[in-house]
């Protein structure tokens, strides 16, 4: 029985990549390199985004959720959000898609394969997503602490800051200067590790899955992301929006726990502690 049941599910998983397999090769007879790089970049960066976002947009009208909002006493609102989704507009058509135009040239150059034999097992995808995690979580961490300099903080970062108590879509609501400062973590990882047109993809989608959990303004005990080790996480990165200072890593707490800038964190959450134990 439970042999029957493992060949169906082996059985199962080999249709569903043939599936996938029989999309892929319709894009690849369908259109060029150039609309693919392009065209398909854009596509995945707003449906992912987007996509994304929606169960944190969706969680504002669903008490049962709202005990797991980190700011419960600020509420999202039209005008704040609306606010919000027309500066993501500018940032995303304006400054990223010039930048997704690069993507064609950046495969050519680099001579990045977009055949299905060519890719990469999704075990090495993963393993490479971490690895630009960890080099993106590292330029973030140093850039971000600059852009905090009070010489230049009122001039670019503070766009970002705008918002206290973040939501999703706050992720990428920047000043354009910061999206491509701070955007730059993200071209080092592709750049070293980007094998296959697919690999570019799912790096921008593990990027983005990362950056609207710790802009959601919610913390979900379920949340699997907390598996991986020395995830920050919502609660983490709230504290600072709310505080300004502190916190500065996108998406671990090595380097403010190596350099010391998690200290007034530590200090609110034993705040907390000790007060929840009164």
């Not at 135009?101 to 001579?111: A, H, P, R, S, Y």
Request: charged content about 15%; aromatic content about 20%; some cysteine.
């Amino acid at each position: 029985m439970a042999a029957n049941v493992s060949e169906a599910l082996v059985a199962d998983g080999l249709q569903s990549m043939g599936l996938i397999e029989g999309y892929w090769e319709y894009m690849l007879s369908n259109y060029t390199k150039w609309q693919i790089a392009t065209w398909g970049s854009t596509l995945v960066h707003e449906i992912v985004y987007f996509g994304l976002c929606l169960p944190g947009f969706l969680c504002q009208f669903l008490p049962l959720f709202q005990r797991f909002k980190i700011q419960a006493d600020k509420k999202e609102s039209f005008a704040k959000q609306w606010q919000c989704f027309k500066l993501l507009m500018f940032n995303h058509f304006c400054i990223q898609l010039p930048l997704i135009l690069g993507v064609f040239v950046f495969t050519e150059v680099m001579g990045t394969p977009y055949d299905w034999a060519s890719m990469p097992a999704w075990y090495i995808t993963l393993a490479r997503c971490f690895c630009c995690l960890v080099i993106e979580d590292t330029w973030h961490y140093f850039l971000h602490r600059a852009l905090h300099d009070r010489r230049i903080y009122k001039h670019i970062h503070k766009v970002h800051h705008h918002f206290q108590a973040p939501f999703g879509m706050v992720a990428e609501y920047a000043h354009p200067f910061e999206t491509m400062i701070l955007g730059t973590g993200f071209f080092i990882g592709a750049l070293l590790f980007c094998t296959h047109i697919s690999f570019l993809w799912c790096w921008m989608a593990v990027r983005l899955l990362e950056t609207i959990d710790v802009h959601s303004g919610y913390d979900f005990p379920f949340n699997p992301l907390h598996l991986i080790p020395g995830y920050a996480g919502a609660r983490y990165h709230d504290f600072h929006h709310k505080n300004f200072n502190g916190n500065y890593g996108s998406t671990f707490i090595w380097w403010d726990w190596a350099f010391g800038t998690d200290a007034e964190y530590k200090q609110f959450c034993a705040h907390n502690s000790a007060t929840k134990m009164e």
